[in-house]
Each structure stands twice: as C-alpha cells, then as structure tokens.
C-alpha cells in the first residue's frame, strides 16, 4: 500500500471510530493523516552550514530518508548536496527559500538547524503545514516565540522535538555521572529542600565566551553566494559584515545570546528535569554583569534563577567562579560535587536499592510513528528556553527581573516584556499571528 492510500484509509477509519485525529495520528490543515506506522519516513534540513550536516540531522537510512536540503548560502547548499550523495546515495531536492522545503508533500519531518532567530517562525509554518519537527537549541530566541509554537502543536498535533539530550542520556558534561541517578538522589529528599545547583567552571561547564559580538562594524560587500536578506529574515535589518552571519551569529542579540543562549538548554534543561520544575518557571533572576551594548553580547559574571520554593540556579561566569570546592547540588542535608562525590555516605548502594525514574520516549523516529510526545517535546522545551531567555532579557536589560509563571510575564517591567515579544520585521510579522 503507497502511504498517501494509506493516509486517506487512516483518515476514513479515525473518523468512523471517533478518534481524535490530532491525538491519534497527527493532522495537518487539511486533516489528512499522514505517516503509515510500518513506512519510511521522509526528512529535510534548513540549514546546513554546521550543525545541519551532522549526524543529528543529516542522514539517510530504513527508518528516515533525506529527500530535501535548503540553505540561503549556495555554498553550503552544494557542499550538503554534495555529501548526500557520497554518504548516502541519496539526490536530494534543493531549495533556497526554507517555505518551499515546508510545504513539500513529500517531506514528513522538518529539521531546523537555523541560527535561532529562525527557529519560532520555521516551527510555527512546519506545524500548520501538518509537518513533524526536529528543532535545535535554544528552541526559540524570545519567550514569546516557544509559547507560540506550543499552542500551534497543541493545535495541529505535530510531533517535536528538540536537540539537546542530556536529561536522558550522556554523561553531562564534566560533572562525571549522567543525569538519572542524580534525578534518583533529589527525589529521595536525601539531600533536603530546597537546593541550589551550581553551573560553572569549577562544576564541569563552559559557558563559551568566545560568542561574543563586535562594536561598530565596518559594512562589507554581501558575498554572491549569499542571500542576506533572507538570512536576516524577522531579524532587524543591519549592514552585512561576515562576523554577523555563519559560525559567529551568536555573538548579536539579533540572532542569539552569546554563550547563555548557546550552552543554556544544553545545561539547564537536566537541571528542570532533576528538580521536578518541568510545569514551572522561575520566579526571579539576577545578572551580575557589565553594561551590555545594544547590538554585540558581552559576557557576564553571574546570573542566578530563584523558584517560588526557594530553589536556585547558579550560573557562574567570566572571573565570577566560587573558590574552592565548589558543590553542583547543594540542599541542607547534603551535597554532590562533580564526579558525584557526595557527602551522603555509601550514597550509590542508596541510589542503586531506589526506584527508577520514569522511562522516557527517546527515539524520536518511533514517537513520531506511534504519534508519542517525544522526551524533551515542546513543552518542556518552551519551559528550559523559558528559563534561558529570562535570562538573555536580564542581561541585555542590566537589572533583575521578577517573573509571574502563570501569566508568563515580567512583573512591573515594560520593558522586559517588550522583549518576550519582538517585532519580526517585514513579511515575516505575519508568519507570527
């Protein structure tokens, strides 16, 4: 059986049976079900100048085919073409205009691998085009943007997922153990409550503070290969100068947030996952750092989120490390430092006679066949990229915020709140309504 057949068979046995297709399957606008249990799936990627041509999103096998490539940079275009043919055997179409890639029937999941100031409104048009979506970190650049895209999927019933894994697998960077026995330890209340969790170079983390922008950029001549235009996109329209675009965007609050943006789901997304807060936000963040400039990111010394319970998340910066030895979890009747050093005694046979965490759904490919929310989906996402864009706004803005979970606003700050949601600029405004 084609899977279009199969498709419009599913789409006739959902509606006798009283199944809610965006529940049961996944439907796009025009309530056609899509994706045969036993197929192959289809996938493109939008973006390929790094990340997009690694194995994360590209590659081409029984479960997932690569049938589509776009990039607005030729080059990279033709590089990515031509590393689909040599690894793969696969002739990919390709496209320059990311809508195109969207909007192709023959794509069933959507990679996003853009700077980030693409990624709300890529996954906003992926959902209603009925696509299922593989986004890079952060999930979007403004608190605004990942709200958005929730209520969309929530709508349409895509499947998402987002690219950072250490919740549930991996070991977590320098800290020396993976996430779940430490999950396993603060849930047995072995360390007391509330804790703080610690962040920093003296805990296992770089906070790469390389990304940083430039001042007073001189304007250059955009290079043929490129389309500026659309690679600005939503973003305010600024003079092409080559340290704006391609593997140093990070460095401009138009596109990223420097290292915090870069690294922050990466390190805080397990942090919300260990503590229980995957339904929460914290209530206050504090920056210490130096004035930042209005286009460039600078770097920072601390940035530290406060919970309702008293919970905090220390983030230790550039010349701002604690001395000593320093604690990652720390709460009133115990501490793990980094290699799981605990002073809990004989804290691992504990650990080994406690329950497991819940399993988790971590091959995305299957969720998106039996239509299961993904380990890290877009609800968790929109709440870690909740967490890292609180503090981009502290920063850009030099003071603390104070944050009210449930309406997901700054309190009494004009101004914070103007930054949860951004003007997209041109054409693009309508991509967010």
């Not at 689909?84 to 959507?110: N, T």
């Not at 700077?115 to 979007?140: Q, S």
């Amino acid at each position: 059986m084609q899977r279009r057949d199969f498709l419009r068979i599913s789409a006739a046995v959902a509606a006798a049976t009283a199944i809610d297709p965006a529940h049961a399957f996944g439907k796009d606008p025009g309530s056609e079900l899509k994706v045969a249990p036993s197929d192959q799936l289809t996938h493109g990627v939008i973006g390929l100048g790094g990340i997009g041509r690694t194995g994360a999103h590209f590659f081409s096998n029984s479960s997932s085919r690569l049938v589509a490539l776009c990039d607005v940079d030729a080059d990279h275009l033709a590089a990515a073409d031509a590393a689909a043919r040599e690894k793969f055997g696969v002739k990919a179409k390709l496209y320059r205009d990311w809508r195109e890639l969207v909007h192709d029937p023959d794509v069933d999941v959507v990679h996003i691998a853009t700077p980030p100031h693409w990624h709300g409104i890529m996954a906003l048009e992926a959902a209603r085009a009925g696509k299922d979506i593989f986004c890079e970190k952060p999930m979007t650049r403004t608190i605004g943007e990942s709200r958005r895209v929730v209520e969309a999927i929530n709508h349409y019933g895509n499947i998402f997922r987002l690219n950072t894994w250490f919740r549930f697998k991996d070991t977590f960077y320098g800290l020396g153990t993976d996430v779940q026995p430490l999950k396993k330890l603060v849930a047995s209340g072995l360390l007391g409550w509330p804790l703080t969790v610690r962040i920093s170079g003296a805990t296992g983390f770089a906070w790469k503070f390389f990304w940083t922008g430039k001042e007073n950029l001189v304007p250059q001549p955009v290079p043929a290969n490129l389309d500026y235009d659309m690679w600005l996109g939503p973003a305010p329209y600024k003079p092409y100068h080559p340290h704006r675009v391609h593997q140093t965007f990070r460095g401009y609050w138009d596109y990223d947030g420097g290292g915090l943006a870069d690294m922050g789901q990466h390190y805080i997304d397990p942090v919300q996952y260990l503590l229980g807060k995957d339904d929460d936000f914290p209530v206050k963040v504090e920056v210490d750092a130096p004035q930042q400039h209005p286009d460039a990111v600078g770097t920072w010394r601390s940035v530290t989120y406060t919970y309702a319970d008293g919970c905090r998340i220390i983030l230790e910066g550039e010349g701002h490390e604690s001395p000593g030895k320093v604690p990652y979890i720390e709460g009133p009747l115990g501490k793990v430092y980094k290699g799981f050093e605990c002073t809990i005694p004989d804290v691992w046979n504990i650990i080994n006679e406690l329950p497991d965490p819940e399993p988790q759904n971590t091959d995305f490919l299957e969720c998106v066949r039996n239509r299961r929310h993904f380990a890290l989906d877009e609800i968790k996402g929109h709440h870690s990229s909740t967490v890292v864009n609180m503090g981009v706004c502290a920063l850009r803005l030099g003071r603390t915020l104070h944050f009210d979970p449930v309406k997901q606003c700054f309190i009494g700050d004009d101004a914070a709140n103007r930054l949860i949601d951004q003007p997209a600029r041109g054409e693009w405004a309508k991509y967010l309504l």
